[in-house]
């Protein structure tokens, strides 16, 4: 079933959708791809009655689960679009013919798809996506263990430290990174065993299975594949007896040497909710976690993008606005090139700054109140053990006034503001000292490393 659910594309004209279709885009901002395939995907849209949203879903588990995990944000979602909604109403699809309407959701498919190696392929295959390889993820400092540590274990047949555990914030390459594995290992050796999944897919085909009394083929389709990777682990924290099954298997797998890559959107010792001994097995191999991104790396992201689209030409300067002003996270970004470039090509105009900042106004706030200059003021005189009256004041000796110049550089580079108004957070400074100052600061890190290393961890401070 697609984004808008095979109902109510029949009955809804795509004006009355797109309130649903931008319900669904925040979802999957907000919880990601896979949560959005494995739960709101699956829903259709009846429209609204009244106050309430009337949605169907094809089974009564994953009506159940929704209203219990995310009615409320959803409901925030929908009354966004429209002010008078007050609840949601999640009704069961009419059953199928053949009557198997309860088991037609995710879980049932795969397992039967055990029957032969051929088609299990096919079935995993079909939750990857092919624009997440190794060749389209732009390394940087922030990423390159992550990716070095993935490459390794595409590209050998022995296993090298075992799980590899990555962790990171949302939106910052975790998904891309296992996919883009899994596209190696099969293309260097189709006949191994792929399985990549999602923890809450784990622990729904799970509970599917002990529902049917279909452990066996569970179990079986997880301890016999040679590379098995879970995306998201924290899903399963206070879930007893799917962690239980996760940590058998886990186990299991790496007793035979095959190789384990687990995600994460913390490391193992901040998994709350966890069991201990899980925990402490799943720091055995290798832990990299992916930072915040840098500017360089935005920038670098945005480029590549901008590449292979061949249609639109997006100016450098339009790119280097977004890299410094999208700093939440990659997906944030790469959805917000995509949303220039879709608008200039309906208008059939060439981009321009303008217009950037006409279609990404909202998105460009909501990254904006993030940062102010009074924040990194107070991290940049953190950051060299000043207090903060003495880096604002007057006084030139250098170890006060570099760091001075590095708060006004930053204040530049991370916020909105103007040059006269950063002089004027500056104690009154004029704009032509605050211009000196950033190009000073800009020609000084092109040749000091240690410089350039304190900045670029004042922005991840800053922007993390
Ligand atoms: P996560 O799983 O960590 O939440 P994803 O892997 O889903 O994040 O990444 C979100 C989006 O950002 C994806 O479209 C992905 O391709 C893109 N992305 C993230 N990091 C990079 C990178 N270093 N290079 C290219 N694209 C990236
Ligand atoms: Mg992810």
Known sequence: MGASGGVASELSSDFELAPWHRVCDKFRNEFG?????????????????????????????????IQRHYAPRLRDFFLAENPRIKSLSIRLAARRLDGVADRMS?????????????????????????KYTFDSFVVGKSNELAYAAAKRIAETDEVAFNPLFLHGGVGLGKTHLMHAIAWEV????????????????????????LRFKDTHAFKKKFRTVDLLMVDDVQFIANKDSTQEEFFH???????????VV?????????????????????????????????????????????????????????????????TSNVR?????????????????????MDMTRDVLQDLIRANDRKLTIDEIQRAVADY???????????????????????????????????????????????????????RKIEDLRRDDSQLDDDLTRLSRLLEG
């Open 332 to 352: 944030e970004l790469e959805g917000a090139l995509n949303r220039v470039m879709a608008y200039a090509t309906l208008v059939g105009r060439p981009i321009t």
């Open 384 to 438: 060299f053990n000043l207090r903060l009256s003495e880096m604002l004041s007057e006084r030139r000796a250098r170890n006060i006034a570099r760091p001075r110049q590095v708060a006004m550089y930053l204040s530049k580079q991370l916020t909105s503001r103007s040059l006269p108004e950063i002089g004027r957070r500056f104690g009154g400074r004029d704009h032509t000292t605050v211009m000196h100052a950033v």
């Open 186 to 209: 099969r293309r260097r050796n189709p006949a191994k065993r792929v399985v990549y999944v999602s923890a809450e897919k784990f622990m729904f085909e799970f509970i599917a299975a």
């Open 249 to 259: 298997t886990f186990n299991a797998l790496v007793d035979n040497r095959c190789q």
């Open 106 to 130: 995710a879980p049932a498919k795969p397992v039967s798809a055990m029957a032969s190696t051929a088609a299990q392929a096919a079935a995993e295959s079909s939750a990857l996506d092919p």
């Open 33 to 65: 791809q896979d949560a959005y395939s494995t739960w709101l995907g699956q829903l259709g849209y009846e429209g609204v009655d009244g106050s309430t949203v009337e949605l169907t879903a094809p089974t009564k588990f994953v009506r159940d689960w």
């Open 262 to 326: 687990i995600t994460a959107d913390r490391s193992p010792t901040d998994l709350e909710g966890i069991e201990e001994r899980i925990i402490s097995r799943l720091g055995w191999g290798l832990v990299a976690d992916i930072h915040p991104t840098d500017y360089e790396l935005r920038l670098g992201i945005l480029q590549s993008k901008a590449e292979q689209a061949e249609s639109v030409i997006v100016p450098a300067e339009v790119l280097e606005f977004l890299a410094r002003r999208i």
